[in-house]
């Protein structure tokens, strides 16, 4: 938020933000009623598809705290999510189409996607590391201490 105050405010002579942090139910209702000129907030997705984003955007959607409404925005994702379901390539086109349309009309702007680095014990087998949803899963996670740790090779006896 601070780098893009300064951004702003350096690339857009007379223009001043005011940054506010609010916990997250307080930023959403505000969202909600609409009274904020501008939010950084943050949204992952949920399943392997670009749906995940953009079901977000249409008109009506709970998650939708823009205000933004497009019709052909709204077509075009109702029929990627319908019709077009058994027409990948025709599906992919609408789901283009109607990102491009989200991106010329700017209620939202994309500003950095997520990207991580893991260090893992070598002792730790089972661990799932996944890239949509969850961070990962625990459920298989077992601790092998026949490996060392510092080698990630079998210890000799």
């Given at each position: 938020a601070e780098f893009i105050k300064s951004q702003i405010e350096s690339n857009l002579p007379g223009v001043t933000m005011n940054i506010k942090q609010l916990p997250f139910?307080?930023?959403?209702?505000?969202?909600?009623?609409?009274?904020f000129e501008a939010s950084l907030s943050g949204w992952g997705p949920d399943y392997p598809d670009p749906l995940t984003f953009l079901n977000i955007m249409t008109t009506g959607n709970p998650s939708n705290n823009t205000g933004w409404g497009n019709k052909e925005f709204d077509k075009l994702v109702k029929d990627a999510n319908g019709k077009l379901l058994k027409k990948p390539e025709e599906r992919n086109a609408a789901m283009k189409e109607a990102e491009e349309?989200?991106?010329?009309?700017?209620p939202v702007a994309p500003i950095y996607q997520k990207g991580?680095?893991?260090?893992?014990?070598?002792?730790?087998?089972?661990?799932?590391?996944?890239?949509?949803?969850?961070?990962?899963t625990l459920k298989h996670v077992k601790i092998d201490k026949r490996i060392d740790p510092k080698t990630g090779k079998k210890k000799e006896k």
């Open positions: 139910k307080q930023r959403v209702n505000q969202e909600h009623s609409e009274t349309l989200l991106l010329a009309e700017a991580e680095a893991h260090l893992t014990n070598p002792q730790v087998k089972g661990l799932v590391y996944h890239q949509i949803g969850g961070d990962t």
